[in-house]
Structures are given as structure tokens and as C-alpha cells.
């Protein structure tokens, strides 16, 4: 005989219990919270971008941690679409179970219900009436129907039943909810590359990681033509077209080719006084080899290109490859000759230096660069330092520094400066070279000192020009003291035009007892001052200034910024200086094209999310029961009701119904039964 008690359950299969587990409502939670974080990840953190700027960003070792979690692209990232599709299980699962429910609870008036069971609610009423049923009936319907219930009537012999119901669509909130979030899901799942992934898994599509261009990218580094769902960026420049996007994956791309060329006619951009983009917009011309003739149209920011299923976005500008004119200026010589040539944004040019044969790259270019800058009377103001573009320099070792050269001089304190900002990575920011400008609004007067100090010869006649007049009465036991203050100037400012101050200062650290470097470094600084002075004096004399009266605030201040602009030169880096003569400005339009069908899908979700909110929220299901008895020629009423939510809502509209009720059947004063 079995052991088993004859009333007990039989275990439940495992179909049961992993229904019951996708249906709980604590597995739904939490996948709508771990989607609620990924997505707070996916909106605070900049998606897609090339993996070098989360390097700079983040550092190598968080870098590493956050690529294995995918969060550099987190709604194409495997595990949240694998969150996506089990919360669609789930979801369906939990409709599964409970709309049968839902739906007979809409349509159900529980017309058997016992009189124990209304005299346990909390809002019910009974009355003992001296009149038939008869007369009483009609008068319970008629007031549920004016209040919007619909009533269900059923006799059970000794009594009858009248219940009403209304707000019962208030059931289809949870049913659309649910539904909202498995449409959600399945629009996030068409447009989250589910193919492109498992394409990329099985080795049939490889990221390109290679800088070159999209006619040298491999074939299976190309996407179909017919590929559902992507969104990807081109920059066109004005005057030219393109029938692809790129595809930004991890530390690579991927090439869309779309069935359809978009050529650039104009780009236009304005700022705000801040220097600050206040809009931009493109015109753009259409090919469609289906269409008989090119159209068209202009796409400014928020307003988008929508052509055959494809969003064109206004997204960001870049320069195009504007044409520019530069002059090279030696730095590090006694030649002063400029070597001129032309060139444009995203070229090289091969520069000979004296330190070696080295790669111009020429990156940038910006027409408008607004700046704040102090001012006495209203305290900041903005100003336009005119254009300026952006190179690299690049030696044979492949190191490179970056240089950001402004074209026109600039005005600081008074004083006329052509600026050039060098950093060695991009993760620092520039440090400016103030190189002052003449009378003239040119370089020529700071080159031509440059080069003198340069000039061994020169300077080392000029230094004994200067011992003449003192030493002329050396003693004869002295006869080597001049010509050895001849040789410290002469190295001084040879080392001063090779690495400013800061040589010298290593020169004393090095030679000098450390209690008399303070002594000797001022002896070292007022005979380079000495020296410095008669060979800027030399310059003035060969530009005819006139300097018998002393030298003049203007030429005085020159000088001081020459030596501050000297001084900084050996940390520059560049042995020229790249002076920006002339350019052909071309501008390019940053373009975002996407893809997106499951975007109609989403719209759907998310308005059938919003009626099932407002049903959930905003009807109240409420019921109402009449249990009728008639004894002895007398009628017993009891009046009972509950409302789904809004408790206290229902509760005043309860009292409402009934002192109307009593109005009706002429019972206010009537006794009412406890």
C-alpha cells in the first residue's frame, strides 16, 4: 500500500515550477532594475566612441575593466540583450498566467456570493422594508445605472442577487503594462544587432582596426546593403559625397554601404557671442538610383532626413580639408630664411630640420576661436582670436608633439603676441608660446634677435666690444681676466638660445658649491643681461631707431618678452615656427544614419504603456451587491460594495449611494438594521 496520504497534492512538475519562477513578479523586478542600471550606464556613459578617448578617460586598468563589461556599447552588449529576451519570457509568461484571469474578472459579476461574505466587507448596509420586493427592485437598478454600473440580476429562491460593476477596464492596465513591456523589449531586441553578433561570432564578419580607407577595408569587414538595423557616422566635406557609413565596434568599425549617395552642397554654422556653436545645418542632395532625379533638402539638429527608412541626423562639423599657406621660420639658427609652403587639413608634409628629417600632419583647422578674456572695466569679455589651425610633428622615432598655431597676433595687456600651444599627449592641455610681434605686426624683429643670438661670430665681437671700454686699464698680472669674461658671455648665451634660463641654472647646479649658486646665478644673469642688451641695442641701430635718449617703454617691453619667448624655446620642441599666411576654408558635416525598425515597434509599447497606465491609475473598478429577501411581506435589503483601489474615493461615493438610496425608497427615517 502507498505511504501517501489520500488528500495530499501530488508534487508539482517542472513545467509547473519553472512557470511559476518566469511568472514571479520578484524575477521581473529584477530584470526591469538591472535594465533601469544598464541603461543609466548607456545614458551617463558616451557610447561607441574610439576605445583611445576611454583610455584618456578612464585610464588603462579601469579601461580594460569596463571593456569586458561591454559597457562602451551597452544595448548591443550580449548580456543586456540576454536581459532584454528573458524579461520578453517572463513577461509573456506572467500574461500567460494571469490575463485568463484578468479577462473573466471583466466580464465576472459574482452573482453567488453569500450574505456572510457581504456583511464581512467593510462598507455595507441592511434595511427591514414594510413593502413587497416587487417594489423595491426597480429602484436598485435604476440607481446603479445612473451611476454608471452595469447590473447582473440572478434569483436563488429564497433571495436574489442584483450586482453591478464599473470602471472593470481598469483590468486591461495590467494586461497592456505587460504587454507594453514584451513590445518594448522585442523593438530594443530588432534594433540591438542580435544577427550582426552571432554573424561576428561565427567569423563571418571581422572588425577593421586599420586607419585606411573604406575602398582598402576587406570584404568582410563590409556589411549587406539589406542589414535591417544599424546606426553609424560619416563626415562628408562640402563639394563632396558618400554612399557609406561606419560603424563604430570596440576598438574597430564596420562599413555600411547604403542604397542611396548623399552629397554635401552647403554647410553653414553660426555661435553665439561666446564662441559657442548656437546651430548648424547642412544641404544635402539625394542620388537614388530608384528615384528619376536628385532631391534636395536640409537637415539642421532636431530635424532630421527620413528617406526610405533611413534617419539622416545633423550630428556634429568638422573642417573638410581646408587649403592653408604656411610659412616656416627657423628657430634654432642664425638663418632667418622662410621656407614656404601649401598644403590642407589631413596632409603630410616632409620637413628637413636640423634635428633630423620630420612628418608635418596637419589635422585642424578653425576659422572663429572666442576666448574670455579679463577685462578692467566689465570684468570678462569674449574675444576672437581669429583663426588658427592644429599639426603635429612627428620624427623619425615616430614621437610627435602637437602644436595649435593662431594666425594673427593677439593683443595681451597691450602688447601684440603671436601664440602657438605645443602638448606632447592629448590627454594635456597646450602650453603657450608668446613670441611678441614688431611695430609691424610681424615676426621679423624677434627672428632677427633670435638669429643673432645664435651667431657665435657676432656675439662673441660684441662681447669684446663691451670688455674694451673697461678693461682698458687691465694690470699685467691680469692678463687672461678679460678674455675669459669674453668666453662666459659667449656661453652663456649659448646656452640661454638653447635651453633659457633654466640651462643656465643647471650650468650653476652643476659647477658651483650649493652655498654660493645664489652668488655665482646672479653674476651669471647680469653678465648675460650685459651681453643681451648690446646685441638687442645692435638690432634697434640697424632698424635706425633712434636710442640717444634712451631706450624707449615700447622697444624696452620687446625686449623682455623676447628673452621670456627665447627663454621657452628649448622646451618648444619645433625648430620652426609655423606661421599660417593664407587659406581656402572647407567645412565638413558630421552625419548619424540609422536604421531603426524596431523604432515603430518601441512607439508602440510605450503608447500602449501610457493607456495601461492611465487604466491602472486613473478607473477605478468598483461592485456593488443588492441581496433581496422577502418574508412575511416584508423586504430585507443589504446594501454592500469595495472598490479595487481609491479607497477613500469609494467611500464617500458608498455614503453618496446610500442616502440616495434611502431617498428613493422613502426609508431615511426608517430604522436601519446594524
Known amino acids: 500500500m502507498s505511504s501517501q496520504a489520500p488528500n495530499a497534492r501530488p508534487a508539482p512538475s517542472r513545467a509547473h515550477i ?206 549587406s546593403v539589406k542589414n535591417p538595423s544599424f546606426r553609424g557616422s560619416v563626415t562628408i566635406a562640402e563639394g563632396t559625397s558618400a554612399n557609406l557609413v561606419f560603424l563604430q565596434l570596440r576598438d574597430g568599425y564596420l562599413v555600411q554601404p547604403l542604397p542611396f549617395r548623399i552629397e554635401l552642397k552647403d554647410f553653414r554654422i553660426e555661435h553665439y557671442y561666446t564662441g559657442q556653436p548656437k546651430s548648424f545645418e547642412s544641404d544635402l542632395v539625394i542620388h537614388d538610383p530608384e528615384l528619376e532625379e536628385p532631391f534636395e533638402t536640409t537637415i539642421a539638429v532636431n530635424h532630421p532626413l527620413i528617406h526610405k527608412g533611413y534617419a539622416v541626423y545633423q550630428a556634429s562639423f568638422s573642417d573638410g580639408g581646408t587649403g592653408l599657406r604656411i610659412r616656416a621660420w627657423p ?101 603657450y608660446l608668446h613670441i611678441p610681434a614688431d611695430s609691424r605686426h610681424s615676426l621679423e624683429r624677434f627672428l632677427k634677435f633670435n638669429a643673432l643670438l645664435r651667431d657665435e661670430t657676432r656675439v662673441r665681437q660684441l662681447a669684446e666690444e663691451t670688455t674694451s671700454g673697461t678693461f682698458a686699464e687691465m694690470t699685467l698680472d691680469q692678463p687672461n681676466l678679460r678674455q675669459e669674461i669674453i668666453e662666459n658671455m659667449v656661453h652663456l648665451v649659448g646656452l640661454f638660445s638653447r635651453g633659457g634660463v633654466d640651462a643656465i641654472l643647471e650650468q650653476v647646479n652643476r659647477s658651483a658649491p650649493e652655498e654660493r649658486r645664489a652668488q655665482v646665478m646672479d653674476a651669471y644673469l647680469k653678465v648675460l643681461q650685459t651681453i643681451l642688451g648690446e646685441i638687442y641695442l645692435e638690432l634697434l641701430a640697424g632698424e635706425g631707431v633712434d636710442f640717444s635718449q634712451g631706450m624707449s617703454e615700447a622697444d624696452a617691453r620687446f625686449f623682455d618678452d623676447s628673452l621670456n619667448a627665447v627663454s621657452a624655446l628649448g622646451h618648444y620642441g619645433a625648430p620652426f615656427f609655423a606661421q599660417l599666411t593664407g587659406f581656402d576654408h572647407l567645412q565638413a558635416s558630421g552625419l548619424q544614419i540609422a536604421r531603426a525598425p524596431g523604432k515603430n515597434v518601441v512607439y508602440l509599447g510605450c503608447a500602449l504603456l501610457t493607456v495601461g497606465v492611465f487604466l491602472m491609475f486613473y478607473v477605478r473598478h468598483s461592485r456593488l451587491w443588492f441581496r433581496v429577501e422577502e418574508k412575511d411581506g416584508q423586504t430585507r435589503l443589504l446594501f454592500a460594495g469595495t472598490g479595487h483601489r481609491h479607497e477613500r474615493d469609494f467611500a464617500e461615493e458608498f455614503a453618496r449611494l446610500r442616502t440616495e438610496l434611502e431617498q428613493r425608497l422613502g426609508i431615511a427615517d426608517l430604522h436601519r438594521d446594524p
Request: glycine fraction near 6%; include cysteine; aromatic fraction near 12%.
Open 18 to 223: 519553472l512557470l511559476e519562477f518566469l511568472g514571479s513578479m520578484n524575477l521581473a523586478i529584477t530584470l526591469l532594475m538591472a535594465v533601469a542600471v544598464a541603461s543609466v550606464i548607456g545614458t551617463v556613459l558616451k557610447q561607441n566612441e574610439p576605445y583611445q578617448n576611454y583610455i584618456i578617460k578612464f585610464g588603462p586598468f579601469w579601461f580594460e575593466v569596463f571593456e569586458k563589461l561591454a559597457l562602451y556599447d551597452v544595448y548591443s552588449a550580449g548580456w543586456f540583450l540576454f536581459i532584454l529576451g528573458f524579461l520578453v519570457v517572463s513577461t509573456s509568461v506572467c500574461i500567460y498566467r494571469n490575463a485568463p484571469t484578468m479577462f473573466k474578472s471583466i466580464t465576472h459579476f459574482r452573482l453567488k456570493v453569500g450574505l456572510n461574505s457581504l456583511r464581512a466587507f467593510h462598507h455595507h448596509q441592511e434595511w427591514t422594508l414594510p413593502r413587497p420586493e416587487a417594489e423595491v427592485t426597480p429602484q436598485l437598478g435604476a440607481l446603479a445605472r445612473t451611476h454608471g454600473y452595469r447590473v447582473r440580476s440572478q434569483d436563488h429562491g429564497d433571495h436574489r442577487i442584483h450586482a453591478a460593476m464599473k470602471g472593470s477596464w481598469n483590468r486591461l492596465g495590467y494586461i497592456f503594462t505587460h504587454a507594453a513591456i514584451v513590445i518594448i523589449c522585442i523593438g530594443g531586441l530588432v534594433d540591438g544587432n542580435v544577427p550582426l553578433k552571432l554573424k561576428e561570432r561565427s567569423g563571418q564578419i571581422q572588425v577593421e582596426t586599420r586607419d585606411i580607407p573604406a575602398s582598402q577595408v576587406p570584404a568582410h569587414s563590409w556589411l
Open 331 to 431: 628657430l634654432l639658427s642664425s638663418d632667418i630664411q622662410p621656407h614656404d609652403f601649401e598644403s590642407a587639413v589631413f596632409k603630410d608634409v616632409k620637413v628637413e630640420s636640423p634635428r633630423g628629417p620630420l612628418t608635418m600632419e596637419l589635422t585642424d583647422f578653425k576659422l572663429f576661436n572666442v576666448n574670455p578674456v579679463e577685462d578692467d572695466e566689465s570684468g570678462k569679455e569674449f574675444r576672437n582670436y581669429g583663426p588658427s589651425f592644429t599639426f603635429k610633428l612627428r620624427d623619425a622615432t615616430g614621437a610627435a608633439r602637437e602644436y595649435e598655431n593662431y594666425m594673427s597676433p593677439v593683443e595681451f595687456e597691450g602688447r601684440s603676441m603671436f601664440i602657438s600651444g605645443m602638448r606632447t599627449t592629448p590627454a594635456e592641455p597646450f602650453r
